[in-house]
């Protein structure tokens, strides 16, 4: 197979879409956005041992370099529409890329995204998705919009990922049941589309939890020059994992593990109501943790009855530190 094959066979003619004036095949795509309409354009690059391990399966490597670039897009409040896929692949194994492609297509087509070009090159398994997504115009959930009183909440379960993580890499034991399901969330993380347009209305800033809950709040009270008090008792993850693990080390992973890909948001006291009932409607739990202080900083605490304060080591995961 030559990766003109691949593209041919994999890549074109995978969905329609009545904006894509011209698709994959050409130097470039051509796109006619909507009147009236703001465009979000996002990416992220994944690589082997870096982020992902040798062997995971095709399907879950395609879920996952589709599904953090959804996540940027749910942590704006825009709807996804198209993305631009770039590969390093060692060789064209043909079943590799049937079950690597049907995987990634699923997923496109759950979120409705259109596949409308990249690259492919040989390379030791490196993923770049470019992602675009659409917005009405003047709307967007941004890390700069935090006020001083508002509550910050968060969406699903925390720590999952990282502690599936250190697991596989010997750091905590985990017992097999509780692994099982901490590792479906390392594998297959669930980008919150729906909750992030369903909060549109409601929320002032936003963010996804990709490096860390901690590091992830902190760019927020940094772009908009506030501070928090964060209670980490209130922090939502799997009950077992509380059980199992020594509070110090499930604290770790829960407030500067990353991976998780859920949003931490901001949102004024009076719209609590609105926002329960946005989160059911887009099936997504959400946990009021914290909220927005005056003091620039950002404070970790045992809980609102105990206010003992927790020194974090770390705030998060950085490639360069």
């Not at 590091?215 to 772009?223: E, P």
Request: aromatic share 8%; hydrophobic share 45%.
């Amino acid at each position: 197979m030559t990766e003109f094959d691949f593209i041919r066979k994999y890549l074109q003619n995978q969905q329609q879409d009545h904006q894509v004036v011209l698709g994959i095949g050409d130097d470039a795509a051509i796109i006619r956005p909507q009147a009236e309409y703001d465009l979000c354009f996002s990416a992220d690059m994944l690589l082997k041992n870096r982020h992902f391990f040798e062997n995971v399966a095709p399907e879950d490597l395609a879920w996952k370099v589709l599904a953090v670039n959804l996540s940027d897009m749910a942590a704006m409040g825009a709807q996804p529409r198209w993305a631009l896929l770039s590969a390093g692949l060692p060789e064209l194994n043909e079943d590799w890329l049937r079950r690597f492609c049907n995987s990634l297509f699923d997923l496109a087509q759950r979120f409705g995204v259109t596949l409308i070009g990249g690259d492919t090159t040989r390379g030791d398994l490196v993923f770049n998705v470019t992602i675009v997504g659409e917005l009405p115009q003047g709307k967007s959930l941004r890390r700069d919009a935090a006020q001083v009183g508002d509550d910050i909440w968060v969406s699903g379960k925390i720590g999952l990922a990282a502690s599936a993580l250190n697991c596989l890499l010997k750091q905590c034991d985990l017992p097999s049941e509780v692994f099982q399901l901490c590792e479906a969330e390392l594998l297959r993380p669930m980008p919150r589309v729906r909750l992030g347009q369903a909060i549109l209305n409601f929320a002032h800033a936003a963010q996804d939890v990709s490096d860390g809950l901690a590091q992830d709040i902190d760019h927020i009270l940094t772009a908009s020059n506030v501070g928090a008090e964060i209670w980490a008792d209130e922090i939502p993850t799997l009950p077992q994992l509380k059980k199992v693990l020594p509070r110090k080390e499930w604290l770790q992973y829960t407030l500067a593990g990353g991976d998780d890909y859920e949003l931490v948001f901001t949102a004024p006291k009076n719209c609590r109501e609105a926002l329960l009932i946005a989160a059911q409607n887009s099936n997504t739990p959400i946990t009021c943790i914290g909220k927005i202080t005056d003091s620039g900083c950002l404070q970790v605490i045992n809980s609102m009855a105990d206010r003992m304060e927790i020194a974090l080591t770390s705030l998060g995961f950085d490639h360069f530190g």
